[in-house]
DNA sequence: GCGATTACCTGACCGGGGTCAGATAATGTC
DNA sequence: GACATTATCTGACCCCGGTCAGGTAATCGC
């Protein structure tokens, strides 16, 4: 990796952390400090508040004065949770509503007096470049590890996965055809962001020197990342270092995307290899494998 | 201005500091608290402790603090000025050094694995794009104001662009040729950079439907950002604003980038109207003309 | 040489952010 | 019903970053 590469990101984000600290927090802070406001605007108009002590990562205790801070000022209200005695439930008040409205509404405006000294192709070049450091950011810091078969992260993923094809395919799909955990003979890849799984993929064996690839899946919140290649390629790599040189997949008509990518990726069509009725287009594609010796 | 396009903003703000929370804190950060690790960097390998404090914004009672602290774990030497009493000098030890030097690397590290998840082209891309974010906010930052003929930042501009062309021109530049204030019948604009001024541009008038653009400078670390065209359409709707429905200027054959400013923003070449010496190429360019009425 | 200024140090103080160790009450588990 | 667990609250405490007032010594300007 080139030494350029690390150092240019790392001045951007001493560039942008600088940036940062003239946006961010000026005009969300204003006279208030920066936590309050913070948890102002993550309370919305209600939340539990176990759910606002995960999303902040706070201390229970800190986050426990923090609302009791904005309870003194009337800007928001601690309610008895519905069905759980112990949880609590916070609620923005009408004053809490206005004063979460102008913060945000100073936040805007500062955004809009940058944006301001660009022209609006400028302005679109900018929002542009940044959706693009962000989707590459954010892609880089997912992680792909194998997972045991039974591995329950990975199959609440691969119920994920059964649950959209169901509403996606017309025929609808019966989760009987995922691949059960006895099945696998080749491996089973999650995908993680920041911990939480969002994606996975498998791959089996159909023979000693064939691969079949299974049941790759993204999140939605994790698409147009490209991770969906990143997948594949991590599979295609483990197949290849376990003595496949075929690899074979089969999909559905309607995935468009997903055969687009599979194009994408060096795949070509075939005639179809198994019986599964979700197989409708079948690839193939050869690679190059570590020979032992 | 497009309510989304600044939501896209604010959303890309609050996605990057998070981000940063776990790279440069954390990696810089180290064990050592952010203060001490900032000022260990900024040290470099010696320096005026009244240059760090300008450069860190530090109270002094703080700085002070912080490099006794520094002192205490043999980070740091602190000297006496050789020339003023009254000033030190902070200087890096040898276990200074190596301590920055780890942190350097743990910062580096960091920066490394995050890219490690993307493929080289992946990686250039992201650089790529964090390059043109970065263009895009520092123009977007820069203020363009008019200011008066004698102007002492303005005249500090003049004099870096008359230093410049001495350089580039072969036969040199004698700043007789800079128009003097009691010539400056038109406008003069300073464009500042979080108010250092980063470049500068003026107009004059030929004849009342005529205004000759003169003097347009950017400072070499402002360049590749856009700001000559910015500079241009300010001088240029200024000059309009005054009546001058025709601009002309004059540039020298070896300003290959002002040349191509100028054809791109709509000017064609003419014959010379003006006998000096410098202006080898003129260009004319008609506007329209908000007329009284 | 005198007063003003400058560069730095010292000590006192402050607030924000955050952790930790219980306490309390409601809820699951067996 | 006993016991562990969970959700929150409370009070004590800590550190970092930062400000302020005052002190000391050197230097500058006249």
Request: proline share 4%; aromatic share 6%; glycine share 10%.
């Amino acid at each position: 990796m080139e030494p350029d590469l690390i150092e240019q990101i790392r001045d951007f984000n001493r560039f942008y952390t600088e940036r940062l600290g003239l946006l961010t927090d000026r005009y969300l802070g204003g006279d208030r400090p920066l936590g309050p406001s913070r948890l102002l605007w993550e309370i919305g108009d209600r939340r539990d508040v176990s759910e606002l002590r995960d999303r902040l990562g706070l201390d229970s205790g800190y986050l426990s004065r923090l609302l009791r801070g904005l309870e003194e000022q009337d800007l928001i209200r601690v309610l008895a949770h519905p069905r759980d005695g112990r949880a609590r439930i916070a609620e923005l008040t009408e004053a809490g509503r206005r004063e979460r409205d102008t913060l945000d509404q100073r936040s805007r405006a500062g955004v809009r007096a940058l944006l301001g000294g660009l022209s609006p192709e400028q302005q679109h070049e900018l929002a542009a470049a940044q959706g693009r450091v962000r989707r590459l950011l954010r892609l880089a810091s997912v992680t792909i590890t194998p997972v045991a078969a039974g591995d329950p992260e990975a199959w609440r993923c691969l119920q994920r996965y059964a649950a959209e094809l169901a509403t996606r395919f017309p025929e609808g799909y019966d989760d009987a055809a995922l691949t059960r955990p006895e099945e696998l003979t080749g491996s089973l890849l999650l995908a993680r962001e920041r911990g939480e799984p969002v994606g996975c993929g498998a791959w089996i064996r159909l023979d000693t020197r064939t691969a079949e690839i299974r049941h790759l899946w993204v999140d939605g919140t994790a698409r147009g990342l490209g991770l969906g290649r990143r997948l594949l390629h991590h599979l295609e790599a483990d197949a290849a270092a376990h003595g496949a040189g075929t690899l074979r997949l089969g999909t559905h008509r309607c995935l468009g995307e997903a055969i687009a990518l599979y194009r994408g990726a060096g795949y070509h069509e075939i005639d179809a290899y198994s019986d599964s009725p979700y197989n409708q287009i079948c690839f193939e594609k050869h690679q190059p494998v570590a020979e032992p010796g």
